[in-house]
């Protein structure tokens, strides 16, 4: 498959729907997000058992040894639970683990630029030059478009990658990771299509930065995670350290000279600085607060009524699904909007739908592996929760998702690092 990042409109939240306040709201302004109520039950044996033959199987495709996982289906149940090992023959991975939150981070800085702009602080339209200085030549490129993806920029990391890896507790300056980006030839001119880049969140960052003389960590916790009640997620310090107090081993498998993967003993890749990550992937999260966040990202919670955030989603590529979109921070997969991607150590997904409300997370403790699979295995695990039965006095919703559970498995079956077990 060719690099995926997603499709369709918002969906208009439908009668019955209930406004749910969080709970235990610090701050000044906590934030409802409007999804219908969870049942508080277990999902259905049958239906957790099938989620959790899917994770087994991208733990082994992946070369990971464990994975973390949230599925809340608010007609039906939920199911939260660590699958596998935190290392070989380790420790259980359970669902309490932090780890990082790797390209859901982008989507948290657009939530800040996107905040700022609603109070007035600046245009999304304004010109990246207008807020970013020392980026000569870049006056077509709008703020928008950072977050849109349309910038044109390259990525920074794929010239970094080889560094961190043998210096994982380097501090990296974010106008030096900026250059590396800005270095590079343009990938398209500005608005004309989409293409991932770390180096859109990474200005996205300086200018909320600089519009607000803080620092993007005190901005994302002062507008999205106290907000939302996000206790476990922040954008960490620069000095290197583990991914939270009680944190999910990460890996990272390195090819050998005939280009196969050690798939038995993974490289240990947990602490590191979050400064190489930063704006695009340097958040810190835990299960929980992940499955939350999506659902406050699906449905623009942290916005005034009327934000265009989402409106024009354009194509992911020319070779992808119609209903792959991209726009704001944030990939639209049919119903669903999210994040995924991956980040030294872990491989992530989050992604929610903001009529029904329902909502998967999930991380493998291990990055060698194709980044998109975490995109296929939280909509896999999606259309699973999709059919789970409705409990009583509820309604199953009625739409589906325009691609099968089977089909996903295939994804992360044909991008494989590792094989499954003989016998």
Avoid at 46 to 67: H, K
Avoid at 378 to 407: F, N, R
Wanted: charged share 15%.
């Amino acid at each position: 498959m060719g690099r995926w990042r997603r499709s369709a409109a918002i969906a208009a939240a439908g009668a019955g729907v209930l406004v749910v306040l969080l709970s235990g709201c610090t701050g000044p302004s906590p934030v409802s997000i409007d999804v219908p109520a969870q049942v508080d039950a277990p999902l259905p044996d049958a239906t957790v058992t099938e989620m959790r033959d899917a994770v087994t199987a991208a733990i082994t495709a992946t070369g990971a040894t464990g994975a973390v996982v949230g599925v809340w289906a608010p007609w039906s149940g939920s199911w939260v639970s660590g699958v596998g090992t935190q290392s070989p023959g380790g420790a259980e991975a359970t669902a309490d683990l932090q780890f990082r939150a790797a390209d859901v981070t982008g989507a948290m800085t657009c939530d800040a630029l996107y905040r700022l702009a609603a109070d007035g602080r600046f245009s999304l339209d304004d010109a990246v030059t207008q807020w970013v200085s020392n980026v000569p030549g870049y006056e077509d490129i709008s703020l928008r478009q950072l977050c849109d993806g349309t910038s044109g920029l390259a990525s920074y990391t794929s010239s970094l990658d080889g560094l961190v890896l043998s210096n994982p507790d380097r501090v990296w300056n974010a106008r030096e990771l900026m250059a590396y980006g800005i270095s590079k030839p343009r990938l398209n001119d500005p608005g004309v299509a989409f293409a991932a880049s770390p180096t859109n969140f990474l200005l996205a960052g300086l200018a909320v930065e600089r519009v607000t003389g803080q620092s993007l960590g005190e901005v994302i916790a002062e507008r999205v995670t106290a907000p939302l009640d996000l206790q476990a997620t922040s954008l960490p310090a620069p000095a290197a350290a583990a991914p939270g107090t009680s944190s999910l081993t990460g890996h990272w498998s390195q090819p050998n000279a005939e280009g196969a993967f050690d798939c038995a003993a993974p490289l240990e890749f947990t602490t590191m600085s979050a400064s190489y990550g930063a704006a695009a992937s340097g958040a810190v999260t835990d299960i929980r607060d992940l499955g939350r966040y999506a659902q406050a990202l699906a449905t623009d919670a942290l916005l005034p009524d009327g934000s265009d955030r989402f409106a024009n989603p354009v194509p992911v590529a020319s070779d992808q699904p119609t209903w792959f979109t991209a726009a704001g921070g944030a990939y639209q997969a049919g119903s669903l909007i999210g994040q995924f991607g991956s980040t030294p150590g872990y491989i992530v997904g989050a992604f929610a739908d903001p009529a029904n409300g329902m909502s998967v997370a999930v991380v493998l403790n291990n990055s060698a592996g194709n980044e998109n699979t975490g995109a296929w295995l939280a909509w896999q695990l999606a259309a699973i929760a999709s059919k789970a039965p409705a409990a009583q006095g509820q309604t199953m919703p009625e739409a589906g998702l325009p691609w099968t559970a089977d089909q996903m498995r295939d994804n992360i079956a044909a991008n494989a690092i590792c094989a499954p077990p003989a016998g």
